[in-house]
């Protein structure tokens, strides 16, 4: 019978159910709990619907999570009333269905217990418990004490779920792609301001504000680097990306690696050193842009790619900002082939193809940013490079327009 609790509490705690008006559930839940009784739409003829009875032990703690929590889904468990087998579900009351051949038992709150010790172990467990038959488990979900030392975050992990402490009282249990699938409060009254697209959004930002103090040490070991504390938030060119430490996403060249001048009978590449990890900016939603500039025209990568469905192709998929102090060693030009340079930066040189006359130094700059919703919202590095073009190079030239051009006329 233990087992089929067991399983019947997992199916409830991980059942996704539709969101309910936040006021008016709050004052059905304020009701039950102050005056016992069932909730009212549990009435249907013939069924026995009656409140579960529920974990007779009350919990306390010195980080203030013990304790008995409502939610903002009634927990139905649907008892056979010969066989004793189970049914499960998270339903509203209106929702649910009553099973005539069943006992239909329900709950409105939990209770959450966490517990630092457990048999003279430090086991820092949660556990939830739904009815009086529950029984704690202590190696399941687990504090994650790496967080909680570095920014005093409560985030605790199990197998396919998180629970996180959206503050004092709140807790928010969260399914294996960070969806938030429930949410307990202490305070009935919390249940109204977090639906789960608000208790989402506190869990992202909380997320969010650990990251940046586990990020602050990261970034003193990279400040103490000759070469990051110079380049930091520039863009700098090399010959080659072997020339870098990018594959293990260490620093292995000098200042004297990086190039200020390349022609189209050299290649070129970057790397890009950030202040903080660019996606530390801008969470949600946002895509990594890179803007090439020269005598006056500008070429935005993002607005190339979505000019047509020919560049949409060519230039690939969308890139989410950097989560790193420094970016790999990219290709900004190669001339064997050519095509294997980066196309945003040769369309930069078709649009500018009139200006290659004769033996001419251009001044390129490039610019890396966090775009958000199609605008350049962050400037995360900067960087300029001189193109020393020669007129003997006009086949090389020739070729990138011709590149281009087949894009161009798709």
Aim: hydrophobic residues 35%.
């Amino acid at each position: 019978m233990k087992k089929i609790v067991q399983f019947a509490i997992v199916a409830i705690l991980t059942t996704s159910v539709a969101n309910v008006n936040a006021q008016g559930f709050l004052k059905k839940l304020v009701d039950k709990a102050n005056a016992g009784s069932k909730p009212k739409e549990a009435t249907k003829k013939g069924a026995i619907v009656e409140p579960i009875a529920p974990y007779p032990k009350d919990f306390s703690d010195d980080l203030g999570i013990g304790g008995t929590y409502f939610i903002k889904d009634t927990i139905w468990y649907c008892l056979n009333k010969e066989t004793q087998s189970q049914r499960a579900e998270l339903k509203e009351g209106k929702d649910y269905k009553y099973y005539s051949d069943y006992k239909n038992l329900y709950a409105t709150s939990v209770k959450i217990e966490y517990a630092r010790e457990y048999q003279d172990k430090v086991v820092n467990a949660l556990n939830i418990y739904t009815h009086e038959k529950d029984e704690g488990h202590y190696d399941n979900i687990k504090l994650d004490e790496k967080r909680k030392k570095a920014s005093n975050m409560l985030y605790f992990t199990g197998y396919h779920v998180s629970y996180i402490v959206l503050e004092p009282g709140v807790i928010a249990k969260l399914g294996e792609k960070d969806e938030v699938e429930c949410v307990y409060a202490k305070d009935a009254a919390k249940l109204a301001t977090y639906d789960k697209e608000t208790a989402l959004a506190k869990y992202q930002q909380i997320m969010m504000a650990g990251k940046k103090q586990e990020l602050k040490a990261e970034r003193e070991k990279w400040a103490a680097n000759d070469v990051y504390k110079k380049m930091v938030g520039k863009i700098g060119f090399v010959k080659h990306y072997n020339n870098t430490g990018w594959a293990y996403n260490k620093i292995d060249e000098t200042m004297e690696t990086f190039i200020s001048s390349f022609d189209f009978d050299k290649k070129a590449y970057w790397r890009a050193y950030f202040d903080m990890p660019p996606n530390t900016l801008c969470p949600n939603g946002c895509d990594q842009n890179i803007i090439y500039e020269m005598e006056g025209v500008k070429v935005s990568t993002l607005e190339l790619r979505k000019s047509s469905a020919a560049w949409s192709n060519k230039l690939g998929s969308k890139r989410p900002p950097e989560d790193r102090f420094l970016s790999d060693c990219p290709t900004l030009f190669d001339y064997n082939p050519v095509s294997l340079s980066d196309y945003a930066f040769m369309y930069l040189i078709y649009t500018c193809k009139a200006k290659f006359t004769g033996d001419k130094s251009f001044k390129i700059k490039m610019t890396i940013t966090n775009n958000n919703a199609g605008v350049d919202k962050d400037v995360v590095a900067t960087g300029q490079i001189n193109l020393e073009y020669k007129a003997t190079q006009k086949p090389t030239l020739d070729k990138i327009i011709e590149l281009v051009d087949k894009v161009e006329n798709q």
